[in-house]
């Protein structure tokens, strides 16, 4: 019985960590005064913004592009821009993948090929070099499933309008 309860504060005490990190970080965005950045945080979760910066705002020339700035975005800290470049539904899912691309210290793309399985030609498989920043091992899910050095993904992309891709997913397999 005295395990159980020991349990039950431990995990209690782990959640409520990963709750306190969260608030942490989204107060030190809170506190980043960059005004070559766009303005990341309207509540104390983060939010994404409502338009991209202008160098990303120009058309791409392929899919393959998409891929690679949005990988160069998340590992130069843009996460805003980066989450703008995904097809999301709403604040809550914008604040939910903002919080996870900020948990890398590097997000280097080391290797790109067009997925062999999706017919649309709108998937790329792609090794990814990730560096995470070090208070994310207590979560329910460690790392968000990522580990440090290279991690496999498939990026999935969805065409929102003619010839204008956004990132639909980041995926463990395709």
């Known amino acids: ?66 891929v690679r700035t949005f990988c160069e975005l998340i590992d130069e800290g843009r996460i805003s821009d980066a989450v703008f470049m995904m097809d999301l539904k709403d604040d809550a899912e914008r604040q939910s993948w903002a919080v996870s691309l900020n948990n890398f210290s590097s997000f280097k793309l080391v290797n790109i090929k067009e997925s062999k399985i999706d017919k649309t030609r709108n998937s790329f498989e792609v090794d990814i070099d990730v560096s995470l920043k070090k208070n994310l091992a207590d979560l329910p899910i460690p790392n968000y499933g990522w580990v440090d050095g290279i991690n496999k993904r498939w990026i999935n992309l969805k065409e929102v309008e003619t010839g204008k891709y956004k990132i639909a997913g980041i995926a463990t397999g395709p």
């Open 1 to 66: 019985m005295l395990a159980k309860v020991a349990k039950s504060w431990v995990l209690f005490f782990v959640i409520l960590a990963a709750f306190v990190g969260v608030f942490f970080l989204a107060g030190k965005f809170l506190n980043k005064k960059n005004t070559n950045e766009p303005e990341v945080l309207n509540s104390p979760i983060l939010t994404a913004v409502s338009s991209p910066s202008p160098e990303i705002s120009a058309p791409l020339s392929s899919k393959e592009d998409i």
